[in-house]
């Protein structure tokens, strides 16, 4: 019994470490979304220097997850947490990777006048930090119906970036000095939209967890 509490007790660990890393992306998503929103260079630089500490975390858990397999030998269900795990932890960090790319154009824009108010952006970004939220929340929880919530909501995101990429091609095709901040607003958008695809991953891992069946691609 004391071998299975000791083991259990790592699972959960593996588990809270996830939830660590995801809050940390969640904050650098927004502290980019709003470093380019307020042309604050500064924040995006803040962000750019976390990104380092996001891999860490990738590392260790990956670590973590390692040697649970090579001393536990685990089967069934205890090796989809761990296989899980792995799964997630990639999905974290390339959100982590986007958010600096967020930052990095955000600092590159911080001194031109924006050639549109913010809207979509920011609303993609809100309803992208939901959904990694949400993710987070059915994994933690292991709640099947809050997981193909987020599964379904991913749609919406997709719907919003083509929005705005037609709006900056529009920009674009009128005014040709518009090129290149539109094209780097657009790269802003479709990293969001890669943001939210990577929270449907976490929660469609979530679904195999709890089931052991994979979700059908659309």
């Given at each position: 019994m004391t071998i299975r509490h000791n083991y259990d007790q790592e699972l959960e660990q593996l588990r809270q470490s996830l939830l660590t890393m995801g809050m940390a992306v969640a904050r650098a998503i927004d502290d980019a979304v709003n470093s380019l929103a307020r042309q604050d260079a500064e924040l995006a630089g803040r962000?750019?220097?976390y990104d380092d500490e996001i891999d860490q975390m990738e590392i260790d858990i990956e670590d973590k997850c390692m040697v649970l397999i090579a001393r536990q030998q685990p089967i069934a269900r205890d090796l989809r947490i761990i296989g899980t795990g792995l799964k997630i932890t990639t999905d974290l960090e390339r959100m982590g990777d986007h958010a600096y790319d967020i930052a990095k154009i955000a600092l590159d824009m911080a001194n031109q006048p924006l050639i549109k108010p913010?809207?979509?952006?920011?609303?993609?970004?809100?309803?992208?930090?939901?959904?990694?939220?949400?993710?987070?929340?059915?994994?933690?929880?292991?709640?099947?119906?809050?997981?193909?919530?987020?599964?379904?909501?991913?749609?919406?995101?997709?719907?919003?970036?083509?929005?705005?990429?037609?709006?900056?091609l529009t920009y674009m095709m009128e005014d040709p000095r518009t090129i290149t901040q539109a094209t780097q607003l657009i790269f802003v958008a479709?990293?969001?939209?890669?943001?939210?695809?990577?929270?449907?991953?976490?929660?469609?891992?979530?679904?195999?967890?709890?089931?052991?069946?994979?979700?059908?691609?659309?």
């Open positions: 962000v750019m220097d913010l809207v979509d952006i920011p609303r993609m970004a809100q309803m992208s930090q939901k959904m990694l939220k949400d993710a987070l929340d059915a994994y933690i929880t292991l709640d099947i119906t809050l997981a193909e919530q987020v599964c379904l909501n991913d749609d919406e995101v997709d719907n919003i970036y083509h929005q705005v990429f037609r709006e900056l479709r990293y969001l939209e890669r943001v939210a695809d990577h929270a449907t991953n976490i929660a469609e891992w979530t679904i195999y967890l709890v089931t052991g069946q994979r979700r059908r691609k659309k």
